[in-house]
């Protein structure tokens, strides 16, 4: 019988801790809901969140992380059909297209004017800007600079990876110095989405009609990939990556957290990424802070498209509902935005805390964090592939479908021909 | 003889234990590794701690907002649980009194549907539900739960109450008492062992649900125990000691529950399937 | 009259409640899903979608991920079920036989079952990834120190594993059950009768055991037929696609490819072909049971 007693009280404990979870909630503010697709800020969002509700006493902000692994897309389509759209939904450029008909047109922010030159062009839709650019972001091969100035023997200098033979060149040395050459962490977006577009973003050369024309032709299945010179100069260079990645023998075991992990330690030279790994190579840096990119060289001729350039891109958007969000909250989402471009806050929780580099022009705070700068400076430079909506153009899956290909070639599981195969069927059935 | 046969017993049980040992690792090892910090959990994730520590629960207690995933777990699992039996023994009892055409037919289709797999029906549910706006409701899971839950516990209910005899009711009747005064008062009671494994089965199937709450609860403050479970390791891959420290407080409220309630666990998965 | 109001009445009471959830949570679902399968609706317009035929049944045959997962589907429920069962059977055997200790060795050996697959798939996931692979690295065993997640054919048996982990327990308890119920003046005139031991279990358990193998195979079956989570948190489906199962596909196809239609009709698919398997598993089950 003392047995049951014991249970009844666990059990009385555990209603009683429902009720008050329940009598906690309050109403009276406007309550706007964020979806944050960047999974890795999602702590910083919400201490901003609360900064926010703070500093804003009519509005309550509640920031909805999207899973790791799932698309925004994913999640918006089942938030629509659920009727629960979110106030602001932090997305991907193809999704505002994709959504555009859900979507409030934002042309009478004051932000649009300080938006940084070709962050909206993704997202301005007959004339409409439908989203609030949120960060630009590059990547390439993050280098630890430690480890290549060991390796050269003095300063590395990173221009001067502008071949694939320099890049073999720098691997060789590394692994000379004793080290591992590279870490290829086999993400399928990473994989798909970053690296594999890279190889589109060189074929069209930043011209517009060159991408509709390339994408049309894949759609259509004309195009021939295994022949297109560019994919094979990009295939090559993977080549070289899966040579010399340093999981070679499991390569698919490898999850993100090794990445950062190997590239801080210094246990290898470079890792493929982008600039928002640095959050985590902090925590096991060794080398000072000092990190940087080179680019994916796409062939032995410095002067080809693309060869000097890492890819830096306006990266996720914000958009506002109109559909399912009533006026006032609307309004709400608008104040919210405002709050991230002007307010001295909001300013903070982009720049320092969630370590962005801001797509305003107005923001003045200086980036704090190695490649953040790498990136600046890319971009100063003029060595970026310029941000064009290719990506607008992707069919949904696309990431995750060629990201799986691209994993199946980088274990031996297929060979060169299959992979390119695999590619042309998947466009001609994409949606 | 006797002697030969004790040994080989002792042999046997001995054998099971180590078995059972190999059955339950995971869990050691995720109670392991719960208390170490994520550099030790690196070096050797089979070592003791090195010292005991109980900072990755605290901070995953928080990260996860344990108590709200908890406290909504409870509140949906127990409003089901109990509603399934209650409707579905009222369900059943009326289908084996009665030949009519309507119940028989009611009975066989929802036997039949019992092998609808739940793919079929995520679809056509997220799209009616949500265009009557009522999805991201914590009700509308309980509502659906007591649909999904009905066939088999009306099933189970079905056989059992097959073979209570008929006449006590006929006694209770003739003294005058209504249909569902005799329900509640004579079959109800009389029903209590097979009520409980349906409790029991409900239970471990809602509790533990993930796709259908994936599908219908969206924000936060609402997830369910295995959904913020989720959510949390999707969000910090990084940290593996708060992540078994995560795991292991989810599971851990159904430990206890099943250290008090083993026997009667067992046996209502046992009746469950006899009948 | 006044009897047929009255059985109305009861009928609203007794049945009215559970009709009204099982009519609207699942029948009406499941006509409109069927219904849904001939539209060409893509999840997120609001503005109506038109009738297509049977275009949706034609993409589902002519997809070839679909066939694939389809039938890495069924190579996984064979084994699931051949495996669980086996397992389940002989633990069952060895508990029924009065070990000491045996109920709290039942108690354990059910455990997984209170656990949800989610959860198990994660604590598994770090089990293959780290544990399994750090074993194998520190005593240099080239075949532990590779996670299995990261080949095809061994994360495809590591999903079995789990799975069979999982289930094996329950069913179990479930042969259990059947043994216990078995009459014991059977089993003492067969040792008396000198049967052996592997005699006995082939010629008298085994037959008298053949409800509760019903039971197990069509609750396995339907069980491993339909998993997700397990998927979901162990493999997520990789490495590339290869260990995707039928439910996943259907989900992915849904909602990340937002063809929702097509998903439908493999969700529909999925339904014809469990039926099939359930039904044609208990029509020969009970012709069986009858013989024996």
Redesign the interface.
């Known amino acids: 019988m003392k047995k049951g007693r014991i249970l009844s009280m666990v059990l009385v404990i555990m209603m009683l801790s429902t009720l008050f979870g329940a009598a906690a909630v309050a109403e009276s503010v406007e309550q706007i809901t964020f979806l944050n697709s960047k999974g890795e800020i999602q702590a910083q969002l919400e201490e901003a969140a609360k900064v926010f509700n703070a500093e804003n006493a009519g509005i309550s902000v509640e920031i909805i992380p999207c899973p790791a692994g799932k698309s925004p897309f994913e999640v918006m389509s089942t938030m629509y059909n659920s009727g629960n759209a979110p106030t602001l939904a932090m997305v991907d450029a193809g999704d505002v297209v994709r959504l555009t008909e859900k979507f409030v047109p934002l042309n009478d922010e004051n932000w649009v004017a300080d938006a940084a030159s070709g962050s909206l062009d993704s997202v301005t839709i007959d004339g409409n800007v439908y989203a609030f650019p949120f960060a630009v972001e590059g990547f390439g091969f993050i280098y630890n600079k430690q480890v290549l100035d060991e390796a050269f023997g003095g300063a590395f200098d990173p221009s001067t990876i502008t071949t694939r033979a320099a890049l073999q060149d720098a691997f060789d040395k590394v692994v000379a110095s004793g080290k591992q050459a590279l870490i290829i962490t086999p993400m399928d977006w990473s994989l798909g989405a970053h690296m594999f577009s890279t190889m589109y973003l060189a074929i069209g050369q930043g011209d517009q009609a060159a991408y509709d024309a390339l994408f049309s032709s894949l759609r259509a299945g004309t195009m021939d990939l295994a022949a297109n010179p560019v994919f094979q100069g990009w295939l090559e260079t993977f080549d070289l990556l899966r040579e010399y990645n340093s999981a070679k023998a499991d390569a698919l075991s490898i999850t993100y957290e090794k990445g950062p992990e190997l590239l801080g330690k210094g246990d290898v030279g470079f890792w493929y990424m982008g600039n928002w790994a640095w959050p985590q190579i902090a925590e096991f840096d060794t080398a000072d802070e000092a990190y940087g990119f080179v680019p994916y060289v796409l062939s032995d001729n410095a002067d080809d498209y693309g060869n000097k350039d890492v890819v830096a891109f306006g990266s996720k958007y914000v958009a506002l509902d109109g559909s399912q969000n009533t006026e006032a909250q609307q309004a709400a989402g608008k104040a919210f935005l405002n709050w991230l471009v002007y307010e001295a806050s909001g300013q903070d929780t982009l720049v320092n805390k969630a370590n962005l580099i801001p797509a305003f022009t107005n923001i003045e705070l200086d980036i704090a964090d190695p490649l953040g700068r790498s990136i600046v400076a890319h971009i100063a430079d003029g060595t970026t592939i310029p941000a064009i909506d290719n990506f607008a153009v992707m069919p949904a899956d696309h990431w995750s479908v060629v990201g799986a290909s691209l994993q199946k070639y980088l274990a031996g599981y297929a060979d060169a021909a299959t992979l390119a195969q695999e590619i042309q069927d998947y466009w001609t059935t994409a949606k | 003889m006797k002697q030969k046969e004790r040994i080989f017993l002792t042999l046997k049980t001995l054998l099971l234990s180590v078995l059972l040992l190999a059955y339950l690792v995971p869990f050691i090892l995720v109670v392991i590794n719960s208390l170490k910090p994520t550099r030790e959990f690196l070096e050797n994730p089979l070592a003791l701690p090195q010292a005991i520590n109980f900072s990755n629960f605290t901070i995953a207690f928080d990260k996860m907002n344990f108590i709200s995933g908890l406290s909504n777990t409870v509140v949906i699992t127990t409003v089901s649980v109990l509603l399934i039996a209650l409707f579905s023994s009222m369900a059943a009892y009326l289908m084996v009194r009665t030949t009519w055409k309507i119940t028989r037919i009611l009975f066989f289709c929802m036997v039949s549907a019992m092998i609808i797999p739940f793919q079929a029906l995520m679809i056509p549910l997220v799209r009616i539900y949500g265009s009557l706006g009522i999805l991201n409701n914590q009700s509308t899971l309980i509502y659906m739960y007591l649909g999904f839950g009905a066939p088999m516990a009306v099933f189970i209910y079905h056989g059992f109450i097959k073979s209570v005899p008929l006449e006590i009711e006929e006694a209770a009747m003739i003294d005058g008492c209504s249909q569902v005064r005799t329900f509640f008062q004579i079959v109800f009671p009389l029903v209590k062992p097979i009520s409980f494994t349906v409790l029991i089965l409900n239970v471990l199937w809602i509790w533990n649900d993930f796709l259908l709450p994936s599908l219908v609860l969206i924000k936060p403050a609402q997830r369910t125990l295995p959904l913020s479970t989720f959510y949390f390791f999707g969000t910090y891959t990084v940290d593996y000691g708060l992540l078994m420290a995560g795991l292991l407080m989810t599971i851990l409220p159904v430990i206890i529950i099943y250290l008090f309630l083993q026997k009667h666990i067992i046996q209502g998965v046992m009746q469950g399937s006899i009948k | 009259m006044r009897k047929r109001v009255s ?1 109305i009445r ?2 609203i ?3 009215g ?3 009204l ?2 009519l ?7 006509l ?2 069927i219904y ?1 399968t001939f539209t060409n ?1 893509n ?2 317009s ?1 503005t109506g979608f038109g009738f297509s035929g049977l275009d949706n049944y034609r993409v589902v045959i002519a ?1 070839k991920v679909f066939w694939k997962s389809f039938w890495l589907t069924l190579r996984f429920v064979f084994f699931t079920v051949l495996f669980t069962n086996t397992v389940a059977f002989f633990l069952a055997y ?2 029924t ?5 045996q ?1 709290t ?16 798939g ?3 996931n ?2 293959f ?3 399994f ?3 194998g690295k520190s005593l240099g065993l080239d075949l532990l ?3 299995m ?4 054919e061994t994360a495809f048996w590591a999903l079995v594993i789990v799975s069979v ?1 999982q289930y094996s ?2 069913m179990m ?2 042969y ?2 059947g043994f216990t ?1 078995m009459p014991n003046d059977v089993m003492e005139a067969a040792s008396i009768d000198g049967a052996t031991k592997g005699k006995r279990l082939t010629k008298i358990i085994i037959p008298l055991m053949v409800p ?1 193998f019903i ?1 197990c195979v069509f ?1 396995t079956l ?1 069980r491993s ?2 998993v ?2 397990v998927n ?2 162990l493999t ?1 489906g ?4 290869t260990t995707q199962l ?2 996943m596909h ?3 196809k ?7 239609a097509v ?2 009709a493999e ?2 698919f ?2 014809l072909i ?2 099939l398997v ?2 044609t598993q208990l029509y020969f089950s009970k012709k069986l049971e009858a013989e024996a």
């Not at chain 3, 060795?105 to 198990?120: E, H, M, Q, S």
């Not at chain 3, 997640?149 to 095809?152: E, G, N, R, V």
């Open positions: 059985a009861s009928f009471i007794f049945c409640p559970t009709s959830f099982f609207t949570v699942i029948l009406i679902p499941f409109f899903g849904l609706w999840g997120i609001a997809d060895a508990l036989s009065g070990v000491r200790g109920n060795l039942r108690a354990g050996f059910f455990t997984p079952n209170l656990v949800g697959g989610i959860i198990l994660l604590i598994w770090f089990l990834g780290n544990v692979t750090f074993i120190s590779i996670s997640l990261s080949k095809p982990w327990g329950y308890v479930i259990i059950a119920n509760s039971i609750l339907q037929f339909m997700y989570d979901l948190a997520n990789g490495p590339f696609k039928i439910s259907v989900y992915e849904a909602f990340l490819a937002q063809d929702f998903g439908q969700a529909v999925l339904f469990v039926a359930t039904i």
